[in-house]
T-cell receptor, first 112, second 115 residues
């Protein structure tokens, strides 16, 4: 089955700095890579996703890059704000399946 | 649509008791997932249903756990007997199956405490 590794487990930045979270996956058949944000006590919610036919996708201050050869994808948050503080999860799913395998999460703390 | 609805939101029970968690997926979604979240293990997939049929239950910890989906709008996760190590937040999620992948929507979760 799919295995997703996520680093770092915690990340502290100053407001305005950039934050980068990295994930690797094991199943070369994986073709969908979403990122979820989970605020304290709440449910995970999708913030951005990318499919295997695209190398990069951007939505305002967040962007995701995908390197299929290396089986590696990353989340980039620019101009971080205190409200970006949360746990971020990467995930991967394979063609023909619907299950999402999640990384262990990254706790991002943005200090004012 | 009200989104994925889970009940109860919180459950405190004594060790050995039966616990039943409930989930109503988003109307029209044909895939349903049960996840367990703990600090140590993160988000673990317990079981995945497609068109009400269990497709992958390899994540179900042991025979004490069982899940059913009698129809497209309802699923249950049962733990019998419950143990303190089952304490966690249990999430139900649903999506519309697609070979290219689609967003999974999560319910609010059930926080289970077994004492």
């Amino acid at each position: 089955g799919e295995n997703v590794e996520q680093h770092p487990s915690t990340l502290s930045v100053q407001e305005g700095d950039s934050a980068v979270i990295k994930c690797t996956y094991s199943d070369s058949a994986s073709n969908y890579f979403p990122w979820y944000k989970q605020e304290l006590g709440k449910r995970p919610q999708l913030i951005i996703d990318i499919r295997s036919n695209v190398g990069e996708k951007k939505d305002q201050r967040i962007a995701v890059t995908l390197n299929k050869t290396a089986k590696h994808f990353s989340l980039h948050i620019t101009e971080t704000q205190p409200e970006d503080s949360a746990v971020y999860f990467c995930a991967a799913t394979s063609s023909g399946y619907s299950t999402l395998t999640f990384g262990k999460g990254t706790m991002l703390l943005v200090s004012p | 649509d009200a989104g994925v609805i889970q009940s109860p939101r919180h459950e405190v029970t004594e060790m050995g008791q039966e616990v039943t968690l409930r989930c109503k997926p988003i109307s029209g979604h044909n895939s349903l997932f049960w996840y367990r979240q703990t600090m140590m293990r993160g988000l673990e997939l317990l079981i995945y249903f497609n068109n009400n049929v269990p497709i992958d239950d390899s994540g179900m910890p042991e025979d004490r756990f069982s899940a059913k989906m009698p129809n497209a709008s309802f699923s249950t996760l049962k733990i019998q007997p419950s143990e303190p190590r089952d304490s966690a937040v249990y999430f139900c999620a649903s999506n519309l199956f697609s070979a290219i992948g689609t967003e999974a929507f999560f319910g609010q979760g059930t926080r289970l405490t077994v004492v």
